[in-house]
Nanobody
Framework: QVQLVESGGGLVQPGGSLRLSCTAC????????RAWHRQAAGKQRELVAV???????NYADSVKVRFTISRDNAKNTVYLQMNNLNPEDTAVYYC?????????WGQGTQVTVAS
């Protein structure tokens, strides 16, 4: 059974930084598509950043320049470095992976930006 285990969320002041991690545990092999989504209270889940196995990345307009997605394939881990956070970034952040036609979600980690 495959699980995505997230860590790194928490409370941070506006302008601060956090780094989220998501490790794929189990027999998942090489993962071609990894992403981070987020869902703020009362809003729909939205795509934040994507990392493809070939090295391409994509970002939502709202986080471009401030967020960076990266991966360590040897550790089956994807990261989301978040800089210059603002209150609008407050949400539950979910790790996502798709490989072999199967989709996986992490349990979510809360990020709260407040002074």
């Amino acid at each position: 059974q495959v699980q995505l285990v997230e860590s790194g969320g928490g409370l941070v002041q506006p302008g601060g930084s956090l780094r989220l991690s998501c490790t794929a545990c189990g027999s998942i092999g090489s993962i071609s598509y990894r992403a981070w989504h987020r869902q703020a209270a009362g809003k729909q889940r939205e795509l934040v950043a994507v990392s493809l196995s070939g090295g391409d990345t994509n970002y939502a307009d709202s986080v471009k320049v401030r967020f960076t997605i990266s991966r360590d394939n040897a550790k089956n881990t994807v990261y989301l470095q978040m800089n210059n956070l603002n209150p609008e970034d407050t949400a539950v952040y979910y790790c996502f992976a798709r490989t072999g036609g199967v989709e996986y979600w992490g349990q979510g980690t809360q990020v709260t930006v407040a002074s």
